[in-house]
């Protein structure tokens, strides 16, 4: 009976908070709509409501000061993020403002699909998701102290929509921003519907108008549309203080900062300085924050080396500091890319084939310590995510394109081959040498050949650094031992970026990052149009008219339920068509760092944690610069 009464309850809490769900989303449409609103969500009310006043975990005392120190893999040319042209440097995003810009608004650290305000103090829109409207701070301003207008506001949305590749399909039906006050920027949609979309425009990073349209020290005309080493005028909390081309670049906190009390940084931005130190591979990174000095946190993805290699004497005196922070935003999509641009990988069967000798659970006891959980979806975590047979309002929508979908879709329920047998290898490679053979590919000699032209079944996998040699090295294996000669190419970053940048590639691990309110990113890494656009998220290189439509269904859906179906849909129709080979998760964060830090004791579950809400313990800064020599 106590079970019964437990399931009862909770089912009745389930139903009351779906309820809550569909009321709030009634109460958009209905009420909220037209009105001025400053917090921002997707799913359901903020925790904060309407009057947010700061993050609940943050310190609003913690003390300004200190370096970051930070070391990065790679080499950097180019301080202008928002073109496929050049390596960014550190502190710059390709999408949002990094370091040196704000945005219209803030993503939340704590909440999934909400946002706070930053250079826009609210927004509105009308019942019919025709337009947006977003009201400037009328404090805002740009480093120079030059007030950021709605003209910034304007150019910003132009010059990224014709110049980066992610806002060009994030705003693919926002057709044009308009002045209306001198603080009203209006945004125009050319499709009604689009539920998302007005609170996404806050999403916009705006970028100073009058610099980027000036000229530089020697009278030249700056280009928005080419790299730079040029530091631009920023409006956030931090401006460069110097660099090295392609070795080092420093950042430092702006003391008068225009933001530094609205409420999304209360309690965080405090360190004084970040510096930022290139480093060419992962081996003298890792010697680097061993040995201190030039890494302050590293966050570790090897699962050898958090297991095995944080014996060092620092680590053994309690100077450095490991911590696992536990996430609950949903899970990505790491995976092995299959790029069908290649004409190699264009027929599904082979596709599914190179699926069957990826063996994750012998890769996950022998290399990674059992730390891993195998990736089902492309939506893993959340409510999402496809299972079991298609249902309901999903199968209804896939049932407009049953003749152009793969029949088992309907009829199997999707599921990856589970080594968990001595006899597991033998099967499922069997498996996969007659999913070859149904394709026109034979084994000839020890070699996986094409029955027609007798030409090898061949690939690069391409990496750049010893993580890809890690995760590949046994799936080339099982892959050799069916005749596919799979080959590693390790190129150093900037190579690497330059190369996905224009798909010049056979296959790649890329990891994907869903969101719980998914709409206008899809596009970029599904559509048609998407794939023939250099430095889209298109990396496999899809093609699909009905991906291209359930991504429209998606971006337009009636409400909440419409979404998720759709959602599970579109999960179901990418994991038949074998567009990846699914690899894994870990739904913690591991940290490991250098004792110079104080932080909250409650960290933002829902990223795992917030480092800029850390701040440097200057007493701990001391003694550790007296007990390692050159350590900050």
């Given at each position: 009976m106590t079970v019964g009464r437990s399931r009862t309850f909770f089912a009745s809490m389930a139903f009351f908070a779906s309820m809550l769900a569909v009321a709030f989303a009634a109460s958009l449409e209905a009420g909220f709509a037209d009105e001025w609103h400053t917090t921002s969500s997707l799913i359901g009310p903020s925790k904060y409501g309407d009057n947010f006043q700061r993050y609940d975990y943050v310190n609003p005392d913690a003390p300004k000061g200190g370096t970051h120190n930070s070391v990065v893999v790679g080499t950097f040319d180019s301080f202008n993020p928002y073109i496929v042209q050049g390596a960014p440097a550190a502190g710059f995003a390709q999408f949002g403002g990094g370091l040196l810009y704000d945005t219209l608004m803030d993503q939340a650290t704590d909440e999934g699909s909400v946002s706070h305000p930053l250079i826009a103090e609210a927004y509105k829109y009308p019942p019919d998701y025709s337009s947006a409207t977003y009201r400037l701070d009328p404090r805002a301003k740009w480093h120079d102290g030059q007030p950021?207008?709605?003209?910034?506001?304007?150019?910003s949305f132009q010059?990224?929509?014709?110049?980066?590749?992610m806002y060009n399909r994030?705003?693919?039906?926002?057709?044009?921003?308009?002045a209306i006050s001198d603080r009203e920027v209006e945004f125009h949609f050319n499709q009604k519907g689009n539920r998302e979309l007005p609170k996404i425009l806050g999403d916009l990073v705006v970028l100073p108008k009058h610099w980027w349209e000036g000229t530089d020290a020697s009278g030249k005309k700056r280009d928005i549309t080419k790299s730079t080493l040029e530091p631009p005028l920023g409006s956030a909390a931090y401006k460069i203080a110097g660099f090295k081309p392609g070795s080092e670049i420093v950042w430092q906190r702006v003391p008068d900062y225009w933001g530094a009390k609205l409420p999304v940084k209360i309690g965080r931005e405090n360190f004084d300085t970040q510096r930022f130190t290139y480093i060419l591979d992962d081996n003298a990174a890792w010697q680097a924050f061993s040995k201190g000095g030039l890494d302050d946190i590293k966050p570790e993805n090897s699962s050898r080396r958090w297991a095995t290699a944080y014996n060092?004497?620092?680590?053994?005196?309690?100077?450095?500091?490991k911590k696992e922070f536990k996430t609950t935003s949903p899970e990505p999509m790491?995976?092995?890319?299959l790029n069908q641009r290649r004409p190699l990988f264009q027929d599904r069967l082979v596709r599914a084939a190179l699926t069957y000798p990826f063996d994750f659970e012998t890769m996950n006891r022998t290399l990674f310590y059992n730390s891993n959980t195998r990736?089902?979806?492309?939506?893993?975590?959340?409510e999402l995510a496809s299972s079991g047979l298609p249902q309901g309002k999903e199968l209804e929508i896939l049932e407009k394109y049953r003749d152009k979908l793969p029949p088992e879709l309907f009829t199997q329920e999707f599921k990856l081959p589970v080594y968990d047998s001595p006899q597991a290898e033998r099967k499922y490679l069997k498996q996969a040498v007659d999913l070859f053979a149904k394709a026109g590919w034979v084994i000839k000699g020890g070699k996986m050949v094409s029955a027609k032209t007798g030409a090898p079944f061949k690939f690069e996998i391409l990496g750049s650094n010893d993580t890809d040699q890690v995760i590949a090295s046994p799936w080339i294996a099982n892959l050799r031992k069916i005749g596919v000669d799979a080959t590693l190419r390790i190129i150093d970053q900037t190579q690497y970026i330059n190369r996905v940048n224009n798909f010049d590639y056979d296959v790649i691990t890329s990891i994907l990052q869903q969101s719980e309110s998914p709409g206008n990113e899809q596009r970029d890494f599904w559509s048609s149009k998407a794939a023939d656009t250099p430095g889209s998220r298109n990396y496999s290189g899809i093609k699909n008219p009905v991906i291209d439509a359930l991504v429209d269904h998606i971006i337009f859906a009636a409400d909440r339920d419409d979404l998720v179906a759709a959602?599970?849909?579109l999960d179901r129709v990418l994991l038949w068509n074998y567009y990846v080979v699914p690899q894994y998760y870990r739904a913690v964060v591991w940290l490991a760092y250098w004792n110079k830090f104080g932080m909250p004791e409650k960290q933002p579950s829902y990223r795992g944690a917030d480092i800029d809400s850390w701040w440097v313990d200057t007493a701990k800064e001391k003694a550790l610069a007296a007990k390692y020599k050159g350590l900050n």
């Amino acid at each position: 009976m106590t079970v019964g009464r437990s399931r009862t309850f909770f089912a009745s809490m389930a139903f009351f908070a779906s309820m809550l769900a569909v009321a709030f989303a009634a109460s958009l449409e209905a009420g909220f709509a037209d009105e001025w609103h400053t917090t921002s969500s997707l799913i359901g009310p903020s925790k904060y409501g309407d009057n947010f006043q700061r993050y609940d975990y943050v310190n609003p005392d913690a003390p300004k000061g200190g370096t970051h120190n930070s070391v990065v893999v790679g080499t950097f040319d180019s301080f202008n993020p928002y073109i496929v042209q050049g390596a960014p440097a550190a502190g710059f995003a390709q999408f949002g403002g990094g370091l040196l810009y704000d945005t219209l608004m803030d993503q939340a650290t704590d909440e999934g699909s909400v946002s706070h305000p930053l250079i826009a103090e609210a927004y509105k829109y009308p019942p019919d998701y025709s337009s947006a409207t977003y009201r400037l701070d009328p404090r805002a301003k740009w480093h120079d102290g030059q007030p950021i207008t709605v003209d910034d506001v304007v150019w910003s949305f132009q010059v990224l929509k014709a110049n980066s590749p992610m806002y060009n399909r994030y705003f693919e039906n926002v057709t044009e921003a308009t002045a209306i006050s001198d603080r009203e920027v209006e945004f125009h949609f050319n499709q009604k519907g689009n539920r998302e979309l007005p609170k996404i425009l806050g999403d916009l990073v705006v970028l100073p108008k009058h610099w980027w349209e000036g000229t530089d020290a020697s009278g030249k005309k700056r280009d928005i549309t080419k790299s730079t080493l040029e530091p631009p005028l920023g409006s956030a909390a931090y401006k460069i203080a110097g660099f090295k081309p392609g070795s080092e670049i420093v950042w430092q906190r702006v003391p008068d900062y225009w933001g530094a009390k609205l409420p999304v940084k209360i309690g965080r931005e405090n360190f004084d300085t970040q510096r930022f130190t290139y480093i060419l591979d992962d081996n003298a990174a890792w010697q680097a924050f061993s040995k201190g000095g030039l890494d302050d946190i590293k966050p570790e993805n090897s699962s050898r080396r958090w297991a095995t290699a944080y014996n060092f004497p620092a680590v053994t005196a309690g100077d450095v500091i490991k911590k696992e922070f536990k996430t609950t935003s949903p899970e990505p999509m790491q995976a092995f890319v299959l790029n069908q641009r290649r004409p190699l990988f264009q027929d599904r069967l082979v596709r599914a084939a190179l699926t069957y000798p990826f063996d994750f659970e012998t890769m996950n006891r022998t290399l990674f310590y059992n730390s891993n959980t195998r990736t089902h979806s492309y939506f893993e975590g959340t409510e999402l995510a496809s299972s079991g047979l298609p249902q309901g309002k999903e199968l209804e929508i896939l049932e407009k394109y049953r003749d152009k979908l793969p029949p088992e879709l309907f009829t199997q329920e999707f599921k990856l081959p589970v080594y968990d047998s001595p006899q597991a290898e033998r099967k499922y490679l069997k498996q996969a040498v007659d999913l070859f053979a149904k394709a026109g590919w034979v084994i000839k000699g020890g070699k996986m050949v094409s029955a027609k032209t007798g030409a090898p079944f061949k690939f690069e996998i391409l990496g750049s650094n010893d993580t890809d040699q890690v995760i590949a090295s046994p799936w080339i294996a099982n892959l050799r031992k069916i005749g596919v000669d799979a080959t590693l190419r390790i190129i150093d970053q900037t190579q690497y970026i330059n190369r996905v940048n224009n798909f010049d590639y056979d296959v790649i691990t890329s990891i994907l990052q869903q969101s719980e309110s998914p709409g206008n990113e899809q596009r970029d890494f599904w559509s048609s149009k998407a794939a023939d656009t250099p430095g889209s998220r298109n990396y496999s290189g899809i093609k699909n008219p009905v991906i291209d439509a359930l991504v429209d269904h998606i971006i337009f859906a009636a409400d909440r339920d419409d979404l998720v179906a759709a959602t599970h849909a579109l999960d179901r129709v990418l994991l038949w068509n074998y567009y990846v080979v699914p690899q894994y998760y870990r739904a913690v964060v591991w940290l490991a760092y250098w004792n110079k830090f104080g932080m909250p004791e409650k960290q933002p579950s829902y990223r795992g944690a917030d480092i800029d809400s850390w701040w440097v313990d200057t007493a701990k800064e001391k003694a550790l610069a007296a007990k390692y020599k050159g350590l900050n």
